[in-house]
Structures are given as C-alpha cells and as structure tokens.
C-alpha cells in the first residue's frame, strides 16, 4: 500500500520526544495490564488506546507525523504482551502454594527468554505474514484507522484523560477512602458469588467486547451457577463443592478447546500454505527483514534466551532445546490465529509445550510454569504485535523501526511486569490470586490444574470437545467458557457495559458527529480510558501498600 509522506512524515520516526513517551507510557500501561489480566481474567489489546495517546501526547512538542506516533505506541504497548504472558502462567505457583519456589529473579528470566525468542520471531515471520500474506489483522486496521480519524486537534486528549480520570477517583473512593462499596446487590446463595462488582473497570471490558460476545459470557455464566452450581444441588445431584469442581473443569475445558479450535480451524489449514511459501522462496531473505549481518544479531538473541532457560531457570539442555524449537513453532500459530481472529490463545500455546516438556523431561512442577511462561510471552509478542506491525503497513511506517521500538518496550516490560507481579503478590498475599479472589487469574489457573489435576475429568473432556467443535461452528467458545469459569458476580456486571454499548449506538445511529471522531471512537477512548485509570491506580494503591509495609 502507497502512503503518501508528507512533510512532518520525514522526520525521525523513533525521536527523542517519541522515547520519552514510550518509554513512560510503556511502564504505565505493562503495570496496568498485569492488574487487568490478573483482576479480569482478559487483557484487552492497547493498541487503539496507545495510538490515540501517542498522537495526542506527540503534538505536544508539536509533531503530527502518524508514523512516528505508530512508533511511540508500539514501545507503549509491546510490554503489554510480556505483562500477559506472566500474568497469565506464574500465578498457577501460588495457587498451588509454592510461593516459596519462584523469586522474582525467576520471573524476570522467563520474561526475559520469552521476550527474545519473541523479538527473532518478529524479524522472522513478519514480512511472509503481514506484507506477504491476506490475513486481516482486525485489531491493526481499525488502529490505523483510528490513527488516520484522530489525526486533529486536541479534543481527543480531554476526553480520555478526563475518562483516566474518573475511573481513578472512583477507584480511589472505592478500595482506600471506603466512600463507596465494592460489590452491590450482594446475595447469599450457596456457591454462587452473587452480586454487581462497582468496577469502571469492568464495565469498560463489556463496552469493548460487546453485546453478542458479552451475550455469550453470560449465557455461559448462567449454565455454570443456575443450572449445575444451583439448579444441581437443588436437584441432589451433587453437594456444592462438587458444583464447583464440575463448573471450574468444564469452563477450563472450553477455554483450552477454543485455544484448539484456533489451531484446528485456522491455524493448520494456513499452515500448509506458508511454509510452501517458504519452500518455494528463492532465499530467507525474502520472507524476513534481515539484512547483511542481522542474522548474527538473532542468534545470539536466540543464544542469550537459551541460557537463561538453561542456566538461569535450571531447565536442562534437552527442555531448553525443545523450548526454543517450539516457541517459533507456536509464535507462527498465535500470529495465524491474531490475524485471522484477533485472539491470541496464548497461555494454551504455553499449555501445549509445557505437556510436550513434561512428557519428554523430568521437571519440576515450578519449572512447567516457567515453560508455560516463556512460550506465552514469546507468542504474545510474535502474535499480538503483528497487529501493530499490520498498522505500519497500512501508514507505511519503516519495519526495522517498529521492531526497535517493540525491542525497546519488551525489554522494558520484562522489568516492570516481574516487579509488579512480585508487589501484588506482597501487597495482598499470594492466597489473593485465583477462583473466587481477589485476582481470579482464570488462564493461571487453568494451567495450574493441568500441572497438579482436574477437580472433574468428565466435565473438563466434554468442556474440551464443546469448545472445539463450538469455536469451528463460529461461535465463541471462549467468551462461553470465562462465563463458566469466572466468578458469577463478574458476568452480571461485565454485560451492563455491553447494555451501555447498544444503548450509546442506538443513542448516536444516524447522528452527525460534530467532534473529531466519530461515535464509535469516542466510545473506544472513554472506554479504554476508563479501564486504564482503574488499573492503573490499582497498581499504584498495590505498590503503597507494598512500600508502607517495608517502612512499617
């Protein structure tokens, strides 16, 4: 695609001013996507959020140019995904009261391995997959595109820091001034967390998702606590602990069978197709970025990951090698299945080589975690970043540039998310993470019950069969199964956002929109502002609870 360049568009695309953000903006956002994915069981992609941001923070020294600002949000975002691949393995450790057996030097040297064998995967596959290939990247056009739209005046800004905002003050009233409750409408059933959770947060994640998604999520939800957990037991046909082992089986067999179904139904299909592609290349070259002298640098970064796991995390040679083979493997299917869905399953890819390990070496059940770990970040940032990379095609922003700046963001990411994760960890116990906490941790969870057992092997195989078969029919089985899985009270509030949403769009159908944007990305803005600004302070809140107990 020709972009035409204008004047602002030949300046330095990784300036000084565009550091300084991304760099800043890239520990704000990784620390609020640690609390995001470990609070909502999800982490939405930033990536319309940080282009907005960038844009609007980058005119402030009086630069316009949208690839720079492509530049900017991808250091902004790229720790996000390195957020996600810790938060959504290591908390399973705890859950299985091993606290004492992973340190934050460990968490840091699974990040860090992950983070680059995730950057030679980038170099590596980006050009066959994004330049090369007709996979949509759903989530990168609608950013360049809300690049493109936003690219005006200051409007934008207002209103999502005004939204950062109210969330935090909300929050702030919420969990330290105790000026207004945290759950509402509480109800005492049996098994069941009935209530409405006073989360801006959380009503942010069903605008973003939307009403039939969030239709789905709640459907799921429904089937979990009305039917087995307390039409179940009304019944006799089980006591309520039962309930619970059966729903929490068979919500973690349908997230781990939409992860398959991603597989089954879009990966293995294409997979055929691109390495004929590569076969049929007249050299490597064609297929990647490199240039004279980059394959040097990607060894050694694929040298420098192998001894961490290794030596640093005690892997073995044998573990470290099928680690490393198969996070390339796996990066290729999350940045089919980003592509093609804009979903990266990527704790299930973490899932699939931690059973290949196991089955192959003799580990320790920390040490599964780590292998999980690892693979999840290196999908995260080999599947989810290629969203961004499909934005700078679209702008025509320089590919060697987006992959220093995500390099830059990862790096800083792999720092900030260990750290955050050991101050949540301190701030509120390690009993806080998982089913019914405080933290539900609902893809570390399921990778702890794959380590240490199913509470139900029925429910979790017919959950598995369903959620294949139901993600190839076209229907999401994975929003069905965190309706199954995460508590009740988060699936009754979650759909208020989605009420939100339809009544919004129905309020502004056919509206001239007399502002910069239109509707849709105002509400994109608000809505990702208000999810930020409650994450965000719930990591400031975690880390001053952490810094008075070492004062105390």
Known sequence: ???????????????????VIGIVGCIIITASSVYTALKMGALPWPTIFTSITALVLLRAFGRTSLNEANVTQIIMSAGSMVAGGLAFTIPGIWMLGLADEVSWADMLFVALAGTLLGLVATALIRKRLVDESN????????????LKASNAG??????????????????????????????????????????????????????????????????????????????????????????????????????????????????????????????????????TDLRKGDGGLLALLVGLAALCICLALSMGPVATAIIVALSFVTAIMSAQSV???????????????????????????????????IVAVACGLGGDVMSDFKTGQMLGTNPRHMWLGQAIGALIGTVVSATVMVALASAYGTDAFGPGQLFVSAQASVVATMVSGIPSVPA??????????????GLPSMMIGLGVYLPFYMSLSAPLGALVKLAYDHLFKGAADTGELSHDDTGIIVASGLLGGESIVGVLIALTTVVAGLLG
């Not at 959380?202 to 999520?217: C, H, K, P, R, T």
């Not at 990266?344 to 780590?370: H, R, Y």
């Open 1 to 19: 695609m020709n972009v035409k360049i204008d004047r602002a568009e030949k300046r330095p695309w990784l300036s000084v001013p565009g550091l």
């Open 339 to 373: 592509g093609q869905t804009g979903i990266d399953p990527m704790e299930i890819f973490g899932l699939i080589v931690l059973l290949a390990v196991a089955a192959t070496c003799n580990v320790s059940q920390v040490k599964l975690f780590f292998v999980a770990g």
């Open 460 to 473: 979790f195989v017919l959950g598995l069969v369903g959620g294949i078969v139901l993600y190839c029919l």
């Open 135 to 146: 996979l949509e990247y759903p989530i990168g056009v609608a950013a360049a595109e809300t």
């Open 154 to 287: 200051g409007a934008t800004g207002i209103k999502l820091f005004a939204s950062m905002a109210i969330a935090g003050i909300w929050s702030l009233a919420r969990d330290v001034l105790g000026l207004i409750p945290p759950m509402l409408l509480a109800l005492p059933i049996p098994g069941v967390s009935f209530g409405l959770y006073n989360s801006p947060m959380l009503l942010s994640v069903g605008f973003l998702v939307g009403g039939a998604a969030m239709a789905f999520w709640f459907g799921g939800a429904l089937l979990a606590n009305v039917g087995i957990i307390m039409g179940g037991t009304a019944a006799g046909l089980w006591d309520v602990a039962t309930a619970q082992g059966i729903v929490s089986s068979l919500g973690m067999g349908l997230m781990m069978g939409s992860g398959l179904g991603v597989v089954i139904r879009d990966i293995l299909p294409k997979l055929a197709g691109y390495l004929q592609g590569s076969k049929n290349a007249e050299n490597g070259s064609a297929l």
